[in-house]
């Protein structure tokens, strides 16, 4: 789908003008240039702005650089780069709990926890991520076909199929929350965990680097930057790759301080704020195009999209946060881990054992999409609104739960689940990228 440059420039200004207060600010208190002192909640606003900004621009640059990769290894990429933002406020607060670690020998600082807040904006991300961006695309995808009154080989009302080849981030989010399931054991994140998660993702890659090459459909901005000669086309990535990169910079730090100060100021737990807030900002963006491919009956790509996103949060991003934090702190200890972390990874980890049993026939169904949400909104509505200790047999309940419900389906579809498996092992990708979706 191509557009015409009017529309084009409207909605890059429209984003430019979002992302520039964010971004001058930032520079300027970086740089010591002269600029107006806000208050912590309006800061968070201004440099979320920013954050969204940049989560816009790197999804439309990720988008239009599939043209030049292969289908797998471009949604890895895409998946990724749509969650820049993320990587950066997260690492954020782990470098500071570094530094403190560093400092002190100790997380626990007048009642803020970096180590904490690092690990809340990760395991809130996974969990919007799962528990309501997979159930948001099924159904605006089921209610995009009842209207269309048509039916897809990956869309129909009721169930969104992923293509074949999507066995392969199955399998491997399936490796990562296997080894996840250990995490609530330990009392630190070490780098021996770093080093596995970043393994994992690393054979991703490699295994999605074999799939073969298609011609993505892009729309919007994407479509206009894809659409170009080969020079133009690369040279526009580049730059929207090099300006969302400097408005991260100029803006993550000042929003995870601002987001924590904002806590302090409105009498709200910062830890909260950074679970539940942070995440939303910089993934709204991902959210916004998988729902508008999922509307033009693209639910496939929109969930194989968010799919690749959540394998490589749960393994880059995780083994990333040791390495930040042993960078900083000058340590090997490992991040500490209290029971409140701990109970957070439970949670987290269980709920992707869910989410593979769920996708282990390589499709969401109304079912499973209600399940994954309902499941989130309790945990969600518990974490905001009961004491600790409620809340923490809440989320024990949960995982529980998680887990019971996971085995059940991952034993009735057993012979399914023995070829995804295989298939997202072993098959050749050029195999699987030839078998029609939908057939399982």
């Not at 089921?142 to 169930?159: D, H, I, L, M, N």
């Not at 086309?233 to 987001?259: K, P």
Request: proline share 5%; with cysteine; charged share 15%.
């Amino acid at each position: 789908m191509r557009m015409g440059d009017g529309p084009i420039r409207g909605r890059l200004a429209l984003v430019g003008a979002a992302a520039a207060p964010g971004a001058y600010l930032g520079a300027a208190d970086y740089l010591g240039w002269p600029h107006p002192g806000l208050g912590a909640p309006v800061a968070v606003v201004v440099f979320g702005l920013g954050i969204v900004a940049s989560a816009f621009l790197l999804t439309w640059a990720a988008e239009a650089a599939q043209v030049d990769l292969s289908a797998g290894l471009a949604i890895a990429v895409l998946a990724v780069l749509a969650v820049l933002p993320e990587y950066a406020v997260d690492l954020v607060f782990t470098f500071r709990a570094g530094q403190q670690y560093a400092e002190q020998g100790t997380c626990e600082h007048g009642g803020v926890n970096p180590c904490s807040l690092a690990l809340a904006n990760m395991t809130g991300a996974n969990r919007i991520l799962v528990g309501f961006g997979w159930p948001l695309v099924v159904l605006v995808a089921t209610v995009a076909a009842v209207r269309a009154r048509k039916r897809t080989a990956t869309t129909k009302p009721g169930r969104v199929a992923l293509k074949p080849v999507m066995a392969v981030d199955v399998v491997f989010l399936g490796l990562a929350t296997l080894y996840s399931l250990t995490l609530p054991l330990r009392s630190s994140l070490s780098l021996v965990d770093a080093v596995v998660f970043v393994g994992i993702f690393a054979a991703y890659v490699w295994r999605l680097a074999k799939a073969p090459r298609e011609r993505p459909d892009l729309t919007g901005v994407a479509a206009w930057v894809g659409g170009r000669p080969k020079t133009p086309r690369r040279t526009l990535v580049a730059v929207l790759f090099g300006t969302a990169g400097l408005v991260i910079l100029a803006t993550a730090e000042h929003f995870a301080e601002n987001l924590v100060a904002a806590g302090h100021s409105l009498g709200v737990d910062e830890f909260l704020l950074v679970q539940w807030v942070a995440p939303i900002a910089s993934e709204s963006p991902e959210l916004v195009v998988a729902c508008l491919f999922a509307a033009r009956l693209k639910a496939a790509e929109s969930l194989g999209t968010l799919l690749s996103s959540k394998v490589n949060q749960w393994t880059l991003l995780v083994g990333t946060i040791p390495i930040v934090f042993a960078l900083s702190s000058g340590t090997t200890h490992g991040l500490p881990l209290d029971d409140n972390q701990r109970l957070e990874l439970l949670i987290t980890a269980a709920q992707s054992l869910f989410a593979v049993a769920v996708l282990i026939d390589l499709g969401v169904t109304a079912l499973g999409a209600t399940g994954l949400l309902v499941l989130f909104a309790i945990q969600f509505v518990a974490s905001i609104t009961l004491s600790a200790d409620a809340n923490r047999t809440v989320f024990l309940a949960l995982s529980a739960l998680y887990g019971v419900l996971a085995i059940g389906r991952l034993i009735t579809v057993r012979r399914t689940a023995v070829r995804t498996v295989r298939d997202g092992l072993t098959t050749r990708l050029t195999e699987l990228d030839a078998e029609p979706a939908g057939r399982r």
